[in-house]
């Protein structure tokens, strides 16, 4: 890995199943991705970006993500955040970020209550991200889902306020799970951090299937990069 690879933080829960993914699909982007246990209490110097992959913290008791809110590693995921650095939440990441109001609304079980798996389009409704930063309004993204809770809701004033701050960032093209106006994934005011259920580690590689992930983990590599150099 070069010396001027940001470097990202890929969190492992008890349950985790796409850590390796991430890390994986994050060095193919140019990214310094290592991962780091739940209990430990700090994040790598010079850490540019934190993800929390997807899977199962803690086998979903409880709640998704309720448990894994209250991991040792969280406050210095909040501290980083608070500072600007760019989080990135996949899937039960995205759980874990809503549990811990680090973003808004909660994960429901999709409304066919069946576990759904398979390629999705998504379109980019904001492009004041550092996610979505090269991406144009209405770009279709194909992304892999797969989960069972990842119906996202908020009650309509909260949708609304969303909506007009330009923070709903992707929405499903097609209604997959129930989500409230197909959302697919929100970020927090600043637009540095950002929850998502699709899959964008697993849309990296042509050979495998659709690329869809590339400009979102492109551009929280590019921020991770500048980050790095701010957020000690």
């Known amino acids: 890995m070069s010396g001027d690879a940001p470097l990202v933080a890929v969190v ?3 349950g985790s199943n796409d850590d390796g993914d991430a890390v994986l699909a994050l060095s193919m982007l140019g990214a310094d991705a290592r991962l780091v246990w ?3 209490r700090e994040l790598p110097d010079r850490t540019g970006g ?4 997807g899977g199962f ?3 979903d008791y409880l709640r998704c993500g309720a448990i894994a809110r209250f991991a040792p590693i ?6 980083f955040a608070a500072e600007g ?6 899937c039960n990441g995205f759980q874990i970020l809503c549990e ?8 429901r079980p999709n409304r066919q209550l069946e576990f759904v798996c398979r390629d999705v389009t998504v379109l980019v409704e904001s492009t004041s991200t550092v996610f979505t930063a090269s991406c144009a309004p209405g770009d279709p993204l194909v992304i892999p889902i797969k989960h069972g809770e990842g119906s996202w809701f908020a009650d309509r004033e909260t949708v609304a306020e969303l909506e007009a701050a330009g923070r709903v960032v992707l929405r499903y093209e097609d209604d997959v799970n129930g989500a409230v106006e197909r959302i697919a994934g929100v970020a927090n005011e600043a637009g540095t951090v950002l929850g998502l259920m699709p899959h964008p580690e697993h849309a990296v ?3 495998l299937g659709p690329v869809g992930g590339i400009p979102i983990l492109r551009g929280f590599v590019e921020a991770a990069r500048t980050a790095s150099i701010v957020v000690a």
Do not use: Y
Not at 85 to 90: K, N, R, T, Y
Not at 100 to 107: E, F, I, N, S, Y
């Open 38 to 40: 739940h209990r430990d």
């Open 12 to 14: 492992r829960f008890p």
């Open 74 to 79: 969280m406050e210095a995921v909040r501290a």
């Open 205 to 207: 590689d042509p050979l």
């Open 50 to 53: 934190v993800v929390l992959p």
């Open 57 to 59: 913290s803690f086998g």
């Open 85 to 90: 650095g760019p989080v990135l939440g996949i």
């Open 100 to 107: 811990a109001a680090l973003l808004p609304g909660v994960l």
